[in-house]
């Protein structure tokens, strides 16, 4: 089944303690991208990469980190994660970043940071 | 960015047609028109999209006014599993695919 794959699901951490947000997709997309979800805010992108080794800062990018080393993974890595950075937050991939492309999700992971 | 602007809820009765409007009066003419909703405690799901003409696929229909500064999503007839917050994008060619999510409509189908 073609799909995008998030994990954990569900985060709770303490400020300052580093964590990763992993992202794999099974569909070959060249393109994937991290958002941010808040409520009255909408999805707000993090980070997005057009092909391995190569990504680039959303609207959001402070506190995070991405990386692209192979074609079907993009991990979120926070540093050292803040209150501020609570969220459900979600990875996307599509086949090229062109704007015709749909976008397909996955299902989320709610962190929370205390 | 051109904005586009959606009644904040609608609501239909199971087995009805919905038609969810879209207004989007400073499209540029290398905008996509897509939409996208999601369910409740899930990630946003595609539904269509268009540039022009009109377009169909098994999920929706997607309506475009002639002079595309306007759109409708129909689903031709709502089931409960369609009760979702929908979502219009605009989506240029050089957005280098970000989408930016507004508000949406927020649809509630009645059995």
């Excluded at chain 1, 997309?29 to 808040?38: A, I, K, N, V």
């Excluded at chain 2, 051109?2 to 499209?27: D, F, G, R, W, Y």
């Excluded at chain 2, 996208?36 to 946003?44: I, T």
Aim: proline share 6%.
């Amino acid at each position: 089944e073609a799909q995008v794959t998030q994990n954990p699901r569900y985060l709770i951490t303490v400020t300052g303690k580093k964590l990763t947000v992993t992202c794999s997709q099974n569909m070959n997309h060249e393109y994937m991208s991290w958002y941010r979800q808040d409520p009255g805010l909408g999805l707000r992108q993090i980070y997005y990469s057009m092909n391995v080794e190569v990504t680039d800062k959303g609207d959001v990018p402070e506190g995070y980190k991405v990386s692209r080393k192979e074609k079907r993974n993009f991990p979120l890595i926070l540093e050292s994660p803040s209150p501020n950075q609570t969220s459900l937050y979600f990875c996307a991939s599509s086949l090229w970043s062109f704007a015709r492309y749909e976008q397909y999700f996955g299902p989320g992971t709610r962190l929370t940071v205390t | 960015d051109a904005k586009t602007t959606q009644p904040n809820s609608m609501e239909s009765n199971e087995e009805e047609p919905v038609h969810l409007p879209c207004n989007h009066s400073t499209i540029s003419g290398t905008d996509y028109i897509h939409w996208y909703r999601q369910l409740p405690s899930q990630g946003p799901e595609y539904v269509i999209h268009g540039l022009t003409s009109n377009v169909n696929n098994r999920m929706a229909s997607l309506a475009i006014a002639e002079d595309r500064k306007s759109s409708t999503l129909i689903l031709h007839r709502a089931t409960l599993r369609d009760a979702a917050v929908y979502y219009c994008i605009l989506r240029n060619t050089d957005s280098w695919g970000k989408l930016q999510f507004g508000a949406g409509t927020q649809v509630v189908v009645t059995p």
